[in-house]
Every structure is written in C-alpha cells, then in structure tokens.
C-alpha cells in the first residue's frame, strides 16, 4: 500500500441544468470572505474577474436570496460580502462533503489495498 | 423547492499523481463488460480508442494486477476481458458512491430547501 493515495471527492449541487453549488463556489466564497472584494478572490484564486462574477451570478440566481452581495464602488471597485444565507451554505456544503468522505472511508481503504505498492 | 435538482458526486482514487479509478473508469470497465472489446466500448462512449486504451492502461499499472486482459486478435481486434479484480474494484467503487450518496443526503436535503422555487 502506498502513502501517495488519497481519495478526491466532488459534490455539485445542480439546480435546473447549473451547478448552484460545488468545490469552485465553495473555494470562490471561502476567498471573498478572507479578501473582501470579488476581483481580489479572482486575482488569488488566478480567474478572471468575469469568471468570479460568472460564479457569484450563478449562485445569487439559483438559491432563494443572494449568497453574496457587491458593495457600492463601482463594478470592479466595490467590496463584497458574503450573506448569512452564503455562510449557511457553505457550511453545509463541507459537512456534506465532510460526511460524505467518512462514509467512503472504509470501502477506500480496501481500494487503496489493490493498489500498486511503490517500488 | 424545485424537483430538478440533484446532487452529483465523483469520487476519483488517486495513486501517484495518476486518477487509479474515477466516474470514467468505472463507465469504461461496464460498457467493456457488456461489448467485450475496447474498440467497442470507446465507440459506445464516443470516445477515442486510443483515450479508451490510455485508461485501461493506467487502471493496469495503478492496481497490483491487471483489471482488463486484452485477448490476441490484433491490436484493434481482439476482445477484452474485465478481471475478477476488476470486477471487484469496480463493485467496491459502486458501493463506496452508494455510502457516500447516502450520508450526503441529509445536508442535501437542506441545501436543497434554500433553492429558488421555480416560477
């Protein structure tokens, strides 16, 4: 059994053809509440400002209240804050996924017991 | 709550920098299962036969013993065989997706409940 497994897990939230929710939107909101601004997630999280504000769209349309809202200071320029609504859902997104992967767990480690044993 | 949500999952087996075992693999070992040949399943899945022999191959090497045995008839024309490894990696996986579905789908169920109403 080798030590460089591991197991990637990717839970997306479809909603009417959109992924309202996923492992990009969570990472995108996790970065706008540590920076405070849409342009500056996109800047650390290497995206374009129209693919953050694509991201940020998505979610506000799909969910009932928005997840996220731009302050004044122009398009770019404002700062951004993500809603107790987006809060909620993230933090629900990751104890999915947390709970989702200790389900996995037992059945992964007998996966990882037919892998190739490093040389 | 709409009824056009879901909730997609994809767990993928990484070994060594390399995805031993994911969503496409499992397609793959199924669809060469009910075609018995690879030509045959990368044309089912509209996918290229060299793509289709490029998985097979990192399954090969990523597992302690081949999951899919190609038989003489040329490289093109011959059939293929899913090991009982391969069937057995190929049921672990199936029952680790069904566990970890299963364990999301209380948070699902939540997240769910925040989602526009369609109109």
């Given at each position: ?6 197991l990637?897990?990717?839970?997306r ?7 309202a929710f ?15 601004s ?26 009932s ?8 200071g ?5 700062g ?7 809060l909620?859902i ?5 104890e ?14 007998e996966?990882?017991?037919h892998l190739?044993?490093?040389?």
């Amino acid at each position: 059994m080798s030590e460089i497994s591991n197991l990637s897990i990717k839970l997306r939230l479809i909603h009417e053809n959109e992924i309202a929710f996923g492992p990009g939107k969570a990472e995108l909101l996790l970065t706008i509440i540590s920076t405070g601004s849409i342009s500056k997630a996109a800047k650390q999280m290497s995206m374009s400002y129209r693919r953050a504000w694509q991201l940020v769209d998505a979610m506000n349309r799909c969910f009932s209240s928005a997840l996220v809202i731009t302050q004044t200071g122009g398009s770019h320029g404002g700062g951004a804050v993500v809603t107790p609504l987006g809060l909620e859902i993230l933090q629900l997104y990751q104890e999915m996924q947390q709970q989702a992967l200790l389900a996995a767990t037992p059945h992964y480690d007998e996966l990882k017991s037919h892998l190739k044993s490093a040389p």
